[in-house]
T-cell receptor
Framework: KNEVEQSPQNLTAQEGEFITINCSYSVGISALHWLQQHPGGGIVSLFMLSSGKKKHGRLIATINIQEKHSSLHITASHPRDSAVYICAVISNTGNQFYFGTGTSLTVIP | DTGVSQDPRHKITKRGQNVTFRCDPISEHNRLYWYRQTLGQGPEFLTYFQNEAQLEKSRLLSDRFSAERPKGSFSTLEIQRTEQGDSAMYLC????????????FGPGTRLLVL
């Protein structure tokens, strides 16, 4: 069983749609990251969360510590948002990293 | 460019050979991380350094793997007696200070073991 589960695994959306990617985890954490990986392999850190909600442009990330759940939302999706989105958590011992397998998003014009 | 850099970007080797990868973090970052990513999977944590000290090693890091960060700046990851299962993208990231802060990833080194 993976410590971090993401859903859906694959997602296709029409340009302009509101997108939600979910992440559930089973360990106690000190922080949760949302990462974006483009087809060329480069990884960009989008958010680091330990509570509440963060917003950056069209991206919104929320986390519910009690429910061990986080969501990444993309408003007004655009084809350039097409990428793999990865959820990663850092255990509250500070010593272990756990990654989800990613959600592959394709936004169609 | 002041981002994280990795060298080489690609490496093809025969089974049984040794390979070494280098990572140069962002200069003021004191934490450096190594990850491995296989096709279709998320990254897997391998090890991390706080300055020159290696503080954590994943159980994925077998005895054939060794990492160093001798002067607290660049780091090397060596794989001895490579196996086909070692074929993966090896990613390096760095961060400043507190655990859990934003990590900045390098472009990765793609290893293919024939």
């Amino acid at each position: 069983k993976n410590e971090v589960e993401q859903s859906p695994q694959n997602l296709t959306a029409q340009e302009g749609e509101f997108i939600t990617i979910n992440c559930s985890y089973s360990v106690g954490i000190s922080a949760l990251h949302w990462l974006q990986q483009h087809p060329g392999g480069g990884i960009v850190s989008l958010f680091m969360l330990s509570s509440g909600k963060k917003k950056h442009g069209r991206l919104i990330a929320t986390i519910n510590i009690q429910e061990k759940h986080s969501s990444l939302h993309i408003t007004a999706s655009h084809p350039r948002d097409s990428a793999v989105y990865i959820c990663a958590v850092i255990s509250n011992t500070g010593n272990q990293f756990y990654f989800g397998t990613g959600t592959s998003l394709t936004v169609i014009p | 460019d002041t981002g994280v850099s990795q060298d080489p970007r690609h490496k093809i080797t025969k089974r049984g050979q040794n390979v070494t990868f280098r990572c140069d973090p962002i200069s003021e970052h004191n934490r450096l991380y190594w990850y491995r990513q296989t096709l279709g999977q998320g990254p897997e944590f391998l090890t991390y350094f706080q300055n020159e000290a290696q503080l954590e090693k994943s159980r994925l890091l077998s005895d054939r793997f060794s990492a160093e960060r001798p002067k607290g700046s660049f780091s090397t990851l060596e794989i001895q007696r490579t196996e086909q299962g070692d074929s993966a993208m090896y990613l390096c990231a760095s961060s400043l200070g507190l655990f859990g802060e934003t990590q900045y990833f390098g472009p990765g080194t793609r290893l293919l073991v024939l």
